[in-house]
């Protein structure tokens, strides 16, 4: 059985569990179960994790099924948030990622599927939990794309990553990349891209989080310096903060799924989980 949170966020179908959500005037999420059949019944929730009342939400949702008892629940969160603040970089800063997976794994879930982590951390400090990668993402990309296209790593934090993707894809060539960042002001420089010539290859880059998006501009620049072909962007989750506009005139094409919310934009793509990205 299934429980969308989100009821606009469907990556396992439509809800087989009625309920109703809403928030008191005093800010707490709320939520009451209006039909559930059996109580040993295993449950799937869903939902999107974009807001500390997301999670209160998905709090109460959980001690509901307990209390009607549901004995076997599992939860899909596409975006793990807090997923970059996965270390503490300076002095006074907390361990955000690891504030959230206390939380959850507080609830004590038989299971907790999320799509493409950011890092090793997140499975590290969240119990039971089950990492789909993005190869599925990157395979439609691929597939729309049309094109031999160069497998570009931003930085190598996602070299791991998308060497795994290159041989699910059957040895997709990858190019290799850096940049450098200031740590207390967040600024970027110093793009390096580890190849002579790219002999006008078209070029995907692939990671699993755009927010601003100043890595790709930086990244498209020196990529366009090297040869570079027709420039594309594949980022699992689009968070897209300052909007795709200057994204959408520097790449081709843009190609994110529906982790962080529903997307359209000429220049985007997005691949829905309900398109087989969980199979």
Known sequence: MVLNLDKSFTPLGENTVSFEAFTFSGGEPHLKITSLV?????????????????????????????????????LFIPYFPAARQDRVMIGGEPLTVKVYADIINAMQLDKVMVFDAHSEVTSAVLDRCTVISNHGFIRQAIADLKSDALLISPDGGALKKIYKVSQALGGAE????????????????????YADDLGGKDCLIVDDICDGGATFIGLAEALKAKNAGNLYLAVSHGIFSKGVE????????IYTTDSIREL?????????????LLS
């Open 38 to 74: 059996g109580v040993t019944d295993e449950i799937t929730i869903t939902h999107r994790l974009n807001s500390f009342n997301d999670l209160g939400l998905l709090c109460v949702c959980v001690d509901a099924l307990k209390r009607m008892g549901v004995e076997y629940i599992s």
């Open 264 to 276: 359209k934009h000429d220049r985007v793509k997005q691949i829905q989980f309900s398109d087989g």
């Open 246 to 253: 200057t994204l959408s005139t520097t790449f081709k094409k």
């Open 174 to 193: 990858v190019i290799e990349c850096s940049k450098s960042r200031n740590v207390k002001t967040g600024e970027l420089s110093g793009f390096k891209v």
